[in-house]
């Protein structure tokens, strides 16, 4: 079985900062890793995925994660954010015919 | 990609009724899933339907409660049965088109928004 945790709930920022976001996984099988976010009033929209090879995954709009199998960790990053990143990140890992979401963690980008 | 089209995008329902969510996809795929997402929560997935077998339901769901029907590789329905205000949520219909059970080409519909009364 798999499961993923968002250390955070919530992250305030502000605008040109840098920001990371935390996940971690556990699973009894290989795994892939994925980041969707959830704009207000929208639906799910993939940011990035790990599915093997380099460690380090760029995604849409300047954000990457960096996938570490010691620490069982996935975690999102973006160098300096925009006020347009104000959403709901989701953590996701897929393995075992299905795929599981973290509780989520909104990022909250202030002026 | 998947175009995924989910009937109704949103109603309004009376304690103890039932409702069925309909999801269409525009190619054939073997696995689908079927999620809540409650207000101000992450998704949880209730079912995996694929065609062919019974749906597999994910801890704290029933079939009795979310009758689930896969009929072939485009459609698939999810009942809420004898809801009551604690079903208010978001259900999304997701399709996973590599079919190989990793969600690397995972698309989800867009949501039908149900409220309980």
């Known amino acids: 079985a798999q499961s993923v945790t968002q250390l955070d709930s919530q992250v305030p920022v502000f605008e040109e900062a840098p920001v990371e976001l935390r996940c971690n996984y556990s699973s009894s099988v290989s795994v892939y890793l994925f980041w969707y976010v959830q704009y207000p009033n929208q639906g799910l929209q993939l940011l990035l995925k790990?599915?093997?090879?380099?460690?380090l995954v760029k995604g849409i709009n300047g954000f990457e994660a960096e996938f570490n199998k010691s620490q069982t960790s996935f975690h999102l990053r973006k160098p300096s954010v925009h006020i347009s990143d104000t959403a709901e990140y989701f953590c996701?890992?897929?393995?075992?015919?299905?795929?599981?979401f973290g509780a989520g963690t909104r990022l909250f980008v202030k002026a | 990609s998947a175009v995924i089209s989910q009937k109704p995008s949103r109603d309004i329902c009376q304690r103890g009724t039932s409702l069925t969510i309909q999801c269409q996809v525009d190619?054939?795929?073997?696995?689908m899933f079927w999620y809540r997402q409650q207000p101000g929560q992450s998704l949880t997935l209730i079912a995996t339907a694929n065609q062919g077998s019974e749906a597999t339901y994910e801890s704290g769901f029933v079939i009795d409660k979310f009758p689930i029907s896969r009929p072939n590789l485009t459609f698939s329905t999810l009942t809420v049965s004898n809801m009551s205000p604690e079903d208010s949520s978001i259900y999304l219909c997701?399709?996973?088109?590599?079919?190989?059970?990793?969600?690397?080409?995972?698309?989800f519909g867009s949501g039908t928004q149900l409220s309980v009364l």
């Open positions: 996701a890992v897929s393995g075992g015919f299905k795929t599981i």
């Open positions: 190619s054939q795929v073997t696995m």
């Open positions: 790990y599915l093997s090879g380099s460690t």
């Open positions: 997701s399709v996973d088109i590599e079919g190989g059970g990793f969600g690397e080409k995972l698309f």
